[in-house]
């Protein structure tokens, strides 16, 4: 009798040992499937980012500024505060070469428009704190200045390296974007024609 039952338990242990292994596989196979997915997903959606562009609202975003480097004398301002005025939002780096060929004619002209409605704003991109504030005092800059934290803004306006130059109308309103050393005469024309119209060119 005990040699009629032997055969009958043999299969079933098998059987049991089997299933674990095609549960694990299966939970395997739609952990894989569900990444790819998320990755399909996450370069679909970067792929769809616009970059803003001149006649779009710019991004809004807030900065902490470097200590010395205020704006109205805040510590943090939002680009939303500063609706109403004409914002030159210049990108910029202590270890980019062409950044230094515009860092003197862009503190020319934020003293030149120092009582205007107009605000520059400098956002050191991927950058170093003391090497950005040895930048700024080597080039004696005034006007507000602030590290992009996490770079963040860059990422908001897309930026394809530095310099890169936002100008903002009074509504918000990207007007142009001048990507490389900015021109003295083409940035003096398209803030003076922001301040005239009150809005985007």
Same mark, same amino acid.
């Given at each position: 009798?005990?040699?009629t039952?032997?055969?009958?338990?043999?299969?079933?242990v &098998?059987?049991?040992k089997?299933? %674990?292994?095609?549960? @694990?596989?299966?939970? #395997? #196979?739609?952990?894989?499937?569900? *990444?790819?997915?998320?990755?399909? &997903?996450?370069?679909? $959606?970067?792929?769809?980012?616009? !970059?803003?562009?001149?006649?779009?609202?710019? /991004?809004?975003?807030? @900065?902490? =500024?470097?200590?010395?480097?205020e704006?109205?004398?805040?510590?943090?301002?939002?680009l939303?505060?500063?609706?109403?005025?004409?914002?030159?939002?210049?990108?910029?780096?202590?270890?980019?070469? +062409?950044?230094r060929?515009?860092?003197?004619?862009? +503190?020319?002209?934020? !003293?030149?428009?120092?009582? +205007?409605?107009?605000?520059?704003?400098?956002v050191?991109?991927a950058?170093?704190?003391?090497?950005?504030?040895?930048?700024?005092k080597?080039?004696? $800059?005034?006007?507000?200045?602030? /590290?992009?934290? *996490?770079?963040?803004?860059?990422?908001? =306006? +897309?930026?394809? &390296? @530095? %310099?890169?130059?936002?100008?903002? *109308?009074?509504?918000?309103?990207?007007?142009?974007?001048?990507?490389? %050393?900015?021109? *003295? /005469?083409?940035?003096?024309?398209? $803030?003076?024609?922001?301040?005239?119209?009150?809005?985007?060119?």
């Amino acid at each position: 009798m005990t040699d009629t039952i032997q055969p009958t338990e043999n299969p079933t242990v &098998g059987t049991e040992k089997s299933k %674990p292994k095609f549960r @694990v596989t299966t939970i #395997l #196979l739609w952990v894989a499937v569900i *990444g790819i997915l998320a990755l399909v &997903g996450w370069g679909l $959606i970067n792929a769809n980012k616009t !970059r803003p562009e001149a006649g779009q609202t710019a /991004p809004g975003f807030t @900065v902490h =500024y470097f200590d010395g480097y205020e704006w109205e004398n805040a510590s943090a301002s939002t680009l939303e505060e500063m609706k109403g005025k004409v914002v030159v939002l210049n990108f910029w780096a202590s270890w980019c070469v +062409e950044c230094r060929v515009e860092a003197d004619l862009l +503190e020319q002209a934020s !003293r030149q428009y120092a009582n +205007e409605d107009v605000v520059f704003l400098g956002v050191a991109y991927a950058d170093v704190e003391p090497n950005s504030i040895e930048y700024l005092k080597e080039f004696g $800059i005034t006007y507000p200045n602030a /590290p992009d934290l *996490g770079t963040s803004i860059s990422s908001d =306006y +897309e930026i394809t &390296g @530095v %310099p890169e130059t936002f100008f903002i *109308g009074k509504d918000g309103v990207i007007a142009n974007v001048v990507i490389g %050393p900015v021109n *003295g /005469p083409a940035m003096m024309n398209t $803030i003076n024609t922001l301040l005239a119209e009150g809005g985007s060119q």
